[in-house]
């Protein structure tokens, strides 16, 4: 039997079994996937015992990511770059770190809205926290000319700027409206929006309608962001498709079969949401 699973801190949260356990069956695979639950102190140790018990890998969730790339022997360019591993795969002992959130939110995009292409145009991107820097990846590595970062602190958001290079322009949160006719694309990386979390109050009267809006967010599946974009004729794409996307790779790696993304196993996802 091929193990694999998620481990955070905490677990129950993820949603990640169901994604996984879904590809297995449909597969018909002999494997399994399950939730770990490790605490902070004990992530390293952790990691250990599921190699030496013949895991193939784990994904990782909050708070190890950045963890994650510290106890790795290889880390993919792409995890280097954004600074976080959310895929962990084993072999001979060694551990390979990878970030699948950003071809995640690209194939998202890719399949939501087809017609979308990031150099088009300016990129608006609301936040500054680990979901940003991969997607801030994910677009420039698109090719998007230009990419206006904005966090509720200023600060954080002109430091991930600057670990990206010069096409990264910081406004601050209080003038995201003053930009919104000349962007091509709008993505929410905030928790803002969430259930359970505070509304984003985001004054769309200049939003253009030849924008593409789209939000990481997918509880609920469509947030007052995209509602308001899509009263505005904008193009809208909720988060569920990232969460998805980026389970593909990681499967693919630890149970040998590229799986697909399909409307069963979205549906089955938003039941249990």
Request: with cysteine; hydrophobic share 40%; glycine share 8%.
């Amino acid at each position: 039997m091929i193990k694999a699973g998620v481990v955070g801190w905490p677990i129950e949260q993820s949603k990640s079994p169901i994604i996984h356990n879904h590809w297995l069956k449909k597969y018909s695979i002999n494997g399994s996937y399950e939730r770990i639950s490790c605490e902070p102190k004990d992530f390293s140790n952790c990691i250990n015992k599921l190699i030496e018990l013949g895991y193939a890998g784990v994904n990782i969730t909050v708070p190890f990511k950045e963890k994650a790339l510290e106890i790795s022997n290889t880390v993919t360019d792409c995890a280097h770059k954004i600074g976080a591993a959310n895929t962990l795969t084993f072999k001979d002992g060694k551990i390979l770190a990878d970030n699948t959130d950003a071809i995640g939110f690209i194939s998202n995009l890719r399949t939501q809205a087809p017609e979308w292409n990031a150099d088009k145009g300016t990129a608006l991107i609301l936040g500054a926290g680990g979901a940003s820097r991969s997607v801030i990846f994910s677009l420039l590595n698109e090719d998007t000319p230009k990419i206006i970062l904005t966090n509720r602190t200023r600060e954080r958001a002109e430091n991930l700027a600057v670990k990206f290079g010069k096409k990264i322009t910081v406004i601050d949160w209080s003038d995201i409206s003053l930009y919104l006719s000349d962007v091509k694309t709008i993505v929410n990386t905030t928790s803002l929006g969430m259930l359970g979390h505070s509304e984003l109050k985001l004054d769309t009267i200049n939003l253009n309608s030849e924008t593409l809006v789209t939000d990481i967010v997918y509880n609920p599946l469509r947030t007052v962001l995209l509602e308001d974009a899509y009263k505005k004729g904008c193009t809208t794409v909720d988060g569920l498709g990232m969460l998805l996307y980026q389970a593909v790779p990681g499967f693919k790696k630890w149970f040998g079969i590229e799986p697909k993304v399909t409307k069963a196993l979205r549906t089955e996802v938003l039941l249990a949401l």
